[in-house]
């Protein structure tokens, strides 16, 4: 079976910095593209971020570019998202969540709630 | 950058009626790459429909998906109670956005 489990996240002051862990098992975590995918509070789903199999590509939203940085352990069957420069707006349940091409978001983690307060 | 809009925000109906729900790419888009997920409160979102028509892995059939180019449609045939969620459209491309979801409700 499937799991991604997420961790990490907490309360942060704004300009502060997080690292997101999400540990994978069940599958051959090193043959997946993953992605993290965020939810703020009573809104909709917006994707972060997403890195290739070998971490060879990365690409981000907008939003998020120059802040996070996304990064994988295939030794250890973990994603990492690091979050720098962290804003209000950034509050939000982070999910990581595997991606194939034609199938797009498949499985996902239920989620690591961050909240950017002072 | 596409742009994904869902429509209507909000659906009432009762249990055994059909759901259709909309979602429109601000230009053509490949089909192969557009999903939909449904989200029920304090869960993770599940993968429905991929490649625009094609079932997720144990999802009923009476959920079905169709459209190309610009519009597409997830269709849910006669409601079940569980099916009362918010629905997401999602589609690959240069980037990776959601719409801003349609939310089925009991009426």
């Known amino acids: 079976e499937v799991q991604l489990v997420e961790s990490g996240g907490g309360l942060v002051q704004p300009g502060g910095s997080l690292r997101l862990s999400c540990a994978a098992s069940?599958?051959?975590?090193?043959?997946?593209?993953m992605s993290w995918v965020r939810q703020a509070p009573g809104k909709g789903l917006e994707w972060v971020a997403n890195?290739?199999?070998?971490?060879?590509?990365?690409y981000f939203v907008a939003s998020v570019k120059g802040r996070f940085t996304i990064s994988r352990d295939n030794a250890k069957n973990s994603l990492y998202l690091q979050m720098n420069s962290l804003r209000a707006e950034d509050t939000a349940v982070y999910y990581c969540?595997?991606?194939?091409?034609?199938?797009?978001?498949?499985?996902w983690g239920q989620g690591t709630l961050v909240t950017v307060s002072s | 950058e596409i742009v994904l809009t869902q429509s209507p925000g909000t659906l009432s109906l009762s249990p055994g009626e059909r759901a259709t729900l909309s979602c429109r790419a601000s230009?053509?888009?490949?089909?192969?790459?557009l999903a939909w997920y449904q989200q029920k409160p304090g869960q993770a979102p599940r993968l429905l429909i991929y490649g625009a028509s094609s079932r997720a892995t144990g999802i009923p059939d009476r959920f079905s998906g169709s459209g190309s180019g610009t519009d597409f449609t997830l269709t849910i045939s006669r409601l079940e109670p569980e099916d009362f969620a918010v629905y997401y459209c999602?589609?690959?491309?240069?980037?990776?956005?959601f719409g801003q979801g349609t939310k089925v409700e009991i009426k």
């Open positions: 890195i290739k199999q070998d971490g060879s590509e990365k």
């Open positions: 069940g599958f051959t975590f090193s043959g997946y593209w």
């Open positions: 230009q053509s888009v490949t089909s192969s790459y």
């Open positions: 969540a595997t991606w194939e091409r034609w199938l797009q978001f498949v499985h």
């Open positions: 999602q589609h690959y491309g240069t980037s990776w956005p």
